[in-house]
């Protein structure tokens, strides 16, 4: 479900963010993404089994590696990678899983629904955030929905 009600309680809920495929590239939509939430005051924490470090947070190898709890996956994965990532998100006990743009597998969503996490799909965290808490004109980007709602 990815209404605005839904969207803002996920983006002002959910502070630790584990970033599944995150690059340590600076030029990657991940990294871009994760800096960008960073610097919003949530905590992002990378997972991808290529580097031991990003952004200044340590690196694990995959989700069930993370020894806190983690409010929400974000998903820099193709597609077909999803299922795995989502049975891994509700092992761990996560609140939400987020599939960024272009992300889209079905069986993914229904198991994390099914097991009660919230789905957010085809949708970038970045983006979303800055629509609904401000900053869109950080990049101009122009998302084609617009709300006069403020934030609560």
């Known amino acids: 479900m990815s209404d605005i009600t839904t969207l803002r309680r996920v983006l002002r809920d959910c502070r630790t963010i584990a970033v599944v495929g995150l690059s340590a590239e600076w030029h990657r939509p991940s990294y871009f993404a994760a800096k960008y939430m960073q610097a919003h005051g949530y905590r992002i924490v990378p997972v991808n089994p290529k580097y031991p470090e990003i952004l200044g947070e340590t690196c694990y190898p995959d989700l069930k590696s993370i020894p806190f709890p983690v409010d929400m996956v974000d998903v820099f994965r193709k597609p077909q990678d999803c299922l795995p990532i989502a049975q891994d998100a ?63």
């Open 90 to 152: 509700v092992a761990i006990g996560a609140r939400v899983l987020w599939l960024q743009i272009g992300v889209i597998n079905l069986d993914a969503q229904q198991l994390a629904e099914a097991a009660g996490l919230t789905v957010v799909m085809d949708r970038c965290v970045k983006i979303e955030y800055a629509r609904l808490f401000g900053g869109l004109n950080y990049m101009g980007v122009n998302t084609g929905v617009i709300s006069a709602r403020r934030p609560l």
